[in-house]
């Protein structure tokens, strides 16, 4: 998720609206084990074009961190047709996973480039596995949860994929916990991000797919299947555009990158020169004043700002937090979700749900998936 940073202009003007930026409680480090000595998990974060380990301390400080892209196709691979959106991936600029989409990469392939980066992770830290408490992973959609056999929409090579039985062969002895990348985000943000200190607040991804996790009473929340807090495919326009879910009129089909950039094409907006189609380049073509752009970034913003809205009468929350691609875009994109935020809500206790951008997604992410193992009072869960 980092590659939004670089993927992204710098935020710009305007903002999320009432951004706090004092007033959060501490952190709320977790203890050190009981002979004083701090506590340590493996994290790792799996999305549709990239890979990222890291060693998360107890604290919620990332002793070291490696990165991988995922496995390209050989040249000689005949392409696979595009997939679907993954309904969480934090992949930044919304084109799709190019990169992921090789027919030629087989599903051990992947997991030897995951194994090979958490060895980086650990390495870097002057650590060995079993002086890990365990090993957290936020990893895209969708998955058997809480069994952790993963079949991610942008990972191809990976259905149905044992991930967690082969994590935890490969890393024995302390527990291995899988969840959705975005409630991995939602966890980070609520341990040590723009959630701290809040009892009740959504994470929101908006990106390739667009996805969301959430916090209640100070603790996860996972759901029947580990789906609780997925906006993606909360209905913001009844009977709207068809969804890749196969419903109409989801959050996703209005506003993710790619669901966006087809809208802005229908519309007549073509990129300039030889740039790709992508939600990157979608939100530059914005900012440089094309009409068509503005358009379609504003009605992404929009039907965000009124999912969100929904959010706040159904969950009472005191915060929502938005990652992704468009969240880093500049206010086009969030003076349209603030001022939808407004027109649908009516009631004092929904517009007093802030909306805060997320300032550090990829290290986040990587955090949330330590604080499974690290804050299980919080953000862990029995299977
Ligand atoms: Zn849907």
């Given at each position: 998720?980092?590659?939004?940073?670089?993927?992204?202009?710098?935020?710009?003007?305007?903002?999320?609206?009432?951004?706090?930026?004092?007033?959060?409680?501490?952190?709320?480090?977790?203890?050190?084990?009981?002979?004083?000595?701090?506590?340590?998990?493996?994290?790792?974060?799996?999305?549709?074009?990239?890979?990222?380990?890291?060693?998360?301390?107890?604290?919620?400080?990332?002793?070291?961190?490696?990165?991988?892209?995922?496995?390209?196709?050989?040249?000689?691979?005949?392409?696979?047709?595009?997939?679907?959106?993954?309904?969480?991936?934090?992949?930044?600029?919304?084109?799709?996973?190019?990169?992921?989409?090789?027919?030629?990469?087989?599903?051990?392939?992947?997991?030897?480039?995951?194994?090979?980066?958490?060895?980086?992770?650990?390495?870097?830290?002057?650590?060995?596995?079993?002086?890990?408490?365990?090993?957290?992973?936020?990893?895209?959609?969708?998955?058997?949860?809480?069994?952790?056999?993963?079949?991610?929409?942008?990972?191809?090579?990976?259905?149905?994929?044992?991930?967690?039985?082969?994590?935890?062969?490969?890393?024995?002895?302390?527990?291995?916990?899988?969840?959705?990348?975005?409630?991995?985000?939602?966890?980070?943000?609520?341990?040590?991000?723009?959630?701290?200190?809040?009892?009740?607040?959504?994470?929101?991804?908006?990106?390739?797919?667009?996805?969301?996790?959430?916090?209640?009473?100070?603790?996860?929340?996972?759901?029947?299947?580990?789906?609780?807090?997925?906006?993606?495919?909360?209905?913001?326009?009844?009977?709207?555009?068809?969804?890749?879910?196969?419903?109409?009129?989801?959050?996703?089909?209005?506003?993710?990158?790619?669901?966006?950039?087809?809208?802005?094409?229908?519309?007549?907006?073509?990129?300039?020169?030889?740039?790709?189609?992508?939600?990157?380049?979608?939100?530059?073509?914005?900012?440089?004043?094309?009409?068509?752009?503005?358009?379609?970034?504003?009605?992404?913003?929009?039907?965000?700002?009124?999912?969100?809205?929904?959010?706040?009468?159904?969950?009472?929350?005191?915060?929502?937090?938005?990652?992704?691609?468009?969240?880093?875009?500049?206010?086009?994109?969030?003076?349209?979700?603030?001022?939808?935020?407004?027109?649908?809500?009516?009631?004092?206790?929904?517009?007093r749900m802030q909306i805060r951008r997320s300032s550090d997604p990829s290290r986040i992410a990587l955090r949330g998936a330590g604080a499974f193992i690290l804050a299980p009072e919080r953000y862990a869960w029995e299977g």
């Amino acid at each position: 998720m980092s590659q939004s940073q670089e993927a992204f202009q710098p935020w710009e003007a305007g903002g999320p609206r009432d951004v706090r930026a004092s007033g959060k409680e501490p952190a709320g480090a977790e203890p050190a084990r009981a002979d004083g000595r701090k506590t340590f998990a493996l994290a790792l974060d799996i999305g549709g074009t990239k890979i990222a380990a890291g060693v998360v301390a107890g604290d919620g400080t990332i002793a070291a961190q490696a990165r991988r892209s995922m496995p390209v196709p050989r040249p000689a691979s005949p392409a696979s047709p595009a997939s679907p959106a993954s309904p969480a991936s934090p992949d930044p600029d919304g084109a799709g996973p190019a990169s992921a989409r090789a027919a030629g990469v087989d599903a051990e392939e992947v997991f030897a480039v995951v194994q090979d980066c958490l060895d980086e992770a650990l390495a870097a830290a002057r650590m060995r596995p079993d002086e890990m408490t365990g090993l957290g992973c936020g990893c895209s959609g969708p998955m058997d949860w809480p069994v952790g056999e993963v079949s991610p929409l942008n990972i191809p090579a990976w259905r149905g994929f044992p991930l967690r039985a082969r994590l935890r062969d490969a890393y024995p002895g302390g527990p291995v916990l899988i969840h959705n990348d975005a409630v991995a985000l939602a966890a980070g943000e609520h341990w040590m991000g723009e959630g701290r200190g809040v009892r009740n607040m959504l994470a929101v991804t908006v990106s390739t797919g667009v996805g969301g996790g959430l916090v209640l009473g100070g603790r996860l929340l996972h759901g029947t299947s580990g789906n609780a807090g997925h906006i993606g495919h909360m209905v913001v326009e009844a009977d709207g555009p068809p969804c890749p879910c196969g419903g109409r009129g989801c959050l996703e089909a209005l506003a993710s990158g790619p669901r966006t950039v087809a809208w802005a094409i229908g519309e007549g907006w073509v990129p300039s020169g030889d740039q790709p189609a992508n939600g990157r380049v979608l939100a530059a073509s914005a900012r440089a004043g094309d009409g068509v752009a503005r358009r379609a970034l504003a009605r992404a913003g929009a039907a965000v700002g009124a999912g969100l809205a929904s959010c706040a009468s159904l969950l009472d929350l005191e915060a929502a937090v938005v990652a992704g691609g468009f969240a880093q875009s500049g206010p086009i994109f969030w003076d349209a979700l603030s001022a939808s935020f407004d027109r649908h809500t009516g009631l004092a206790f929904t517009r007093r749900m802030q909306i805060r951008r997320s300032s550090d997604p990829s290290r986040i992410a990587l955090r949330g998936a330590g604080a499974f193992i690290l804050a299980p009072e919080r953000y862990a869960w029995e299977g």
